[in-house]
């Protein structure tokens, strides 16, 4: 089992607990589709964001960084990777894996554990035709669509969990101006935010890119800044509270 166990939040997850705090609107989506489930596996756990506090919950996360950052009182974790859970087949009342699962090696098998598992899965993924029109892809950073598109993400889960005969229910979750998770969209409004270092290491979709290109991107968004180019073309978002950039939440 530790031979599947790699762990690329080794670095990317350095200040992760500060920069990735669970959003409260996002957490409440995520309780109520987890229902009445008594008990849940949350796969791919992190430093336990999203994990419900009134039910019996068991993490299961590879890196040990991640698991470092585990507040004191969270929820107990275990040191596995989704393809490969120490779990018997129907444990838990339902299977969570937020923003996880594009990160996993075997997606298959990833997701068929947590079908064997758990008796529902609660996912939250992301459409990327969606995320591909959000501004901070289309203006500047492309690379991040290009480098997504060989990421599993909503038709992968969707197309998976389908084969398997499911019948997975898509939800879109909007993210609000103020989301207090640090996620690649979460600053749609707030553009001045990708100009920071620390909130870009956060992000692993802009972290594994190549910093030059990156460091051009985030200039030309601060000249844009600068001179107002970016709120003339943006003034339609300036008054919105939330937004669809394409998250959504996959239930079964
Ligand atoms: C973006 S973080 C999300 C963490 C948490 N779910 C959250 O919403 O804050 C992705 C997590 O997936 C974990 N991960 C990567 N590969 C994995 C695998 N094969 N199985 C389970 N988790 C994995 C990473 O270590 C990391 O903690």
Sequence with gaps: ????????????????????????????????????AGSVVNVGAGA??????????????PSSRMIGQRPADAAPSVQACAEELPFPDGAFDAGLAVLTVHHWTDVTAGLAELRRVSRRQVI??????VFARFWLVRDYLPEIAEHESRLACLDRVVEELTAAGETPKVEPLPVPSDCVDGFLGAYWRRPEAYLSDRVRAGMSGVALLDQNVVAAA???LRADLADGH???????????????????LVTT
Excluded at 48 to 61: H, I, K, N, T
Excluded at 124 to 129: G, I, K
Aim: hydrophobic share 35%; proline share 5%; charged share 30%.
């Design 230 to 248: 970016w709120h003339r073309h943006h003034v339609g978002l300036l008054g919105r509270t939330e937004l669809d950039l394409g998250y959504r």
């Design 124 to 129: 939250v993924t992301w459409d990327q035709a």
């Design 48 to 61: 336990g964001s999203y994990e419900p506090g009134d039910r019996r919950v068991v993490a299961v996360e």
């Design 218 to 220: 985030v200039g030309r």
């Design 1 to 36: 089992m530790r031979s599947l166990i790699t762990d690329p939040y080794a670095v990317l997850g350095r200040d992760y607990a500060r920069s990735r705090r669970p959003d409260p609107r996002i957490a409440a989506a995520v309780t109520s589709a987890l229902g009445d």
